[in-house]
């Protein structure tokens, strides 16, 4: 069965912007979709996050894909370190320092010694989805990511702020168009 795993971000929940549409989508599909709940902004290290995402690994297979939002992304890229995947989704990703107002709580994740071989080893494809006017991740995060991920697509969105709901995102068709490419 095609399993997808929804990961979001910096004080996020599995009820905000475009998850529970996505999720909504992807059923219609024959889709099993997974959105965790991680400990956020209090606990929020790349550890607790491993640890909580512990009992949704079993739901992992030859069809499944991960998609992050903002820091669901270097989340997710840790998580496909050590599973395969048949496609990663990052939506306003990133890795590294990103200079916005989050930075300090995001360390863990974001100055993590990534394993890009195994990474591009475990996952067929990568989308990489930014925006020209993210408030808080810069563009070239997204050309940084697509230099590390080697069988990637970047799209730029014009206009598309951080991907969430105060930038008008509790609906987005360009993922879910990408996603049915997968397969």
């Excluded at 606990?43 to 949704?56: C, I, M, P, R, S």
């Excluded at 991907?163 to 049915?180: C, V």
Aim: net charge negative; proline share 5%.
């Amino acid at each position: 069965m095609k399993t997808a795993f929804i990961i979001h971000g910096v004080g996020g929940t599995p009820q905000e912007n475009w998850f529970p549409w996505l999720k909504e989508e992807l059923e219609k599909i024959s889709y099993q979709v997974f959105i965790p709940q991680f400990p956020t902004p209090e606990g929020q290290t790349l550890d607790n996050w491993l640890a909580t995402f512990k009992e949704y690994e079993k739901n992992i297979n030859a069809e499944s894909i991960i998609i992050g939002h903002s820091l669901g992304t270097p989340f997710a890229l840790a998580v496909a370190e050590n599973n395969k995947f048949k496609a990663a989704f990052s939506v306003a990703g990133f890795v590294g320092l990103t200079g916005n107002i989050f930075e300090e709580g995001m360390k863990t994740f974001t100055l993590h010694d990534f394993d890009w071989q195994k990474i591009n080893a475990n996952c067929e494809k990568f989308f990489i989805f930014d925006s020209d006017n993210d408030p808080y991740v810069k563009p070239e995060k997204g050309e940084q990511l697509k230099t590390y991920l080697k069988n990637s697509e970047r799209i730029t969105v014009p206009g598309a702020g951080h991907f969430n709901e105060s930038a008008g995102y509790t609906k987005f068709p360009l993922i879910l168009e990408k996603i049915k490419t997968v397969f």
